[in-house]
């Protein structure tokens, strides 16, 4: 009987612990940016605008211009858009930003307003976690006039 309860005891907190790693809880970023961040004509480096876009398809995010998606972002992607969050990005910072991830997310997108539009100025991931982790963990680099996210 004692051994019974105990096996039945051990299945029980194995089952929460692996049920409760499933749900993604935080998106934790690592972000860190070059010295040589959003240049303009002259070789001057400016802080550039980062938005996090939480997503529950990446189809009209991914097709999405950039001027459409700076200017009217969350009318364009509809009922794909659970959440948006912005923050700025200076030359050379190096930092953790951790936002809630909201029920029904499936994807993340990131866009960079950087002033030229030649390099890579969006990029997103399908949400993941670790098996014994509520947080997914992404790593977001943002150099010159290009951004660049994976997970770590």
Same mark, same amino acid.
């Given at each position: 009987?004692?051994?019974?309860?105990?096996?039945?005891?051990?299945?029980? !907190?194995?089952?929460? %612990?692996?049920?409760?790693?499933?749900?993604?809880? =935080?998106? *934790?970023?690592?972000?860190?940016?070059?010295?040589?961040?959003?240049?303009?004509?002259?070789? =001057?480096? &400016? @802080?550039?605008?980062?938005? %996090?876009?939480? !997503?529950?398809?990446?189809?009209?995010?991914?097709?999405?211009? &950039?001027?459409?998606?700076? *200017?009217?972002?969350?009318?364009?992607? @509809?009922? $794909?858009?659970?959440?948006?969050?912005?923050?700025?990005?200076?030359?050379?910072?190096?930092?953790? !930003?951790?936002?809630? #991830? #909201?029920?029904?997310?499936?994807?993340?997108?990131?866009?960079?307003?950087?002033?030229?539009?030649?390099?890579?100025?969006?990029?997103?991931?399908?949400?993941?976690?670790?098996?014994?982790?509520?947080?997914? *963990?992404?790593? !977001?680099? %943002? $150099?010159?006039? =290009?951004?660049?996210?994976?997970?770590?």
């Amino acid at each position: 009987m004692l051994k019974q309860l105990f096996q039945t005891t051990i299945l029980v !907190l194995i089952s929460i %612990v692996l049920f409760s790693s499933c749900a993604t809880s =935080n998106l *934790k970023f690592q972000v860190e940016s070059s010295e040589t961040l959003n240049p303009d004509v002259q070789g =001057n480096n &400016y @802080a550039v605008i980062v938005r %996090v876009y939480q !997503l529950t398809d990446p189809r009209l995010f991914d097709r999405a211009p &950039y001027d459409e998606l700076w *200017k009217t972002g969350p009318d364009m992607l @509809a009922d $794909t858009l659970i959440s948006v969050h912005e923050f700025t990005v200076q030359p050379g910072f190096e930092g953790v !930003l951790n936002i809630d #991830k #909201k029920r029904g997310a499936e994807y993340v997108g990131v866009m960079a307003f950087f002033r030229s539009r030649e390099g890579s100025w969006k990029v997103y991931q399908k949400v993941k976690s670790g098996v014994f982790s509520k947080s997914a *963990k992404l790593k !977001l680099n %943002v $150099t010159g006039s =290009n951004i660049n996210m994976q997970y770590r």
